[in-house]
């Protein structure tokens, strides 16, 4: 594995990103969307005693348990401020909240959704690049743009064909930023910025168009071998 050339740092924040090798769909139903964010969600924690498949065989009674004592005392590997999923891509804005607490929270996560995925479509070998990416969050104004590039990718991409779309998109967080009903995200880093909700819409929605236009040119700017 190349070395990487930025270290994680506790309590700084990173925009991870990931995609499938080559650009092999990593969701093809619903209920694969769900299993990737009920991953995100699990193996965020550190402590963890069992593997999530082995937790999802549990009695609910049993479930109820652990996850409370997950939500209410375990510490986090990581604290995750927005994510977006895309067909064979994924974006995660977060902050570390324990020593290595990213690299475990990745290892754990792309493995376990990678056995899932290989178990239910009898496939062979890694779903996701050897190295995943990731940019340290230096600047107020660059968290700002990085949480709005995230939320604004099914738009940019023509996943969802319209505004109103991207605002019911299913597989990101930022209905949990305009609803009130955050249950994956810690939000109030970034509401933090905004007077309400609606001056946060605002922001997120202003740029729509211009990332839009930009994602149809990307390949003219990347440089080629």
């Given amino acids: 594995m190349p070395t990487r050339k930025i270290p994680f740092i506790t309590n700084e924040y990173y925009h991870i990103y990931n995609r499938t090798i080559d650009k092999v769909l990593s969701y093809k139903r619903k209920r694969d969307y769900q299993r990737f964010v009920l991953t995100l969600q699990y193996y965020m924690h550190c402590g963890l ?3 999530l498949s082995k937790y999802l065989q549990l009695n609910v009674k049993e479930k109820q348990s652990i996850f409370a004592k997950l939500t209410t005392t375990a510490q986090k590997h990581v604290v995750i401020l927005s994510f977006c999923l895309m067909p064979n891509h994924f974006h995660v804005l977060l902050k570390q909240t324990s020593p290595d607490g990213i690299t475990k929270f990745m290892s754990q996560l792309q493995n376990s959704y990678t056995r899932y995925f290989n178990t239910k479509y009898r496939r062979l070998g890694p779903l996701f690049l050897d190295q995943f990416g990731a940019v340290r969050i230096e600047k107020d104004e660059q968290l700002l743009h990085v949480h709005r590039y995230i939320h604004l990718n099914p738009y940019s991409s023509f996943i969802v064909k319209s505004l109103d779309g991207l605002l019911v998109y299913e597989w990101s967080s930022l209905k ?27 922001f997120i929605l202003d740029q729509a168009d211009y990332q839009r236009k930009l994602k149809q040119i990307e390949h003219l700017l990347l440089e080629r071998d």
């Fill in 49 to 51: 005693q069992t593997r």
């Fill in 176 to 202: 949990e930023y305009i609803n009130q009903d955050a249950k994956l995200c810690v939000t109030d880093d970034i509401l933090s910025y905004f007077k309400d909700k609606k001056h946060y819409l605002e």
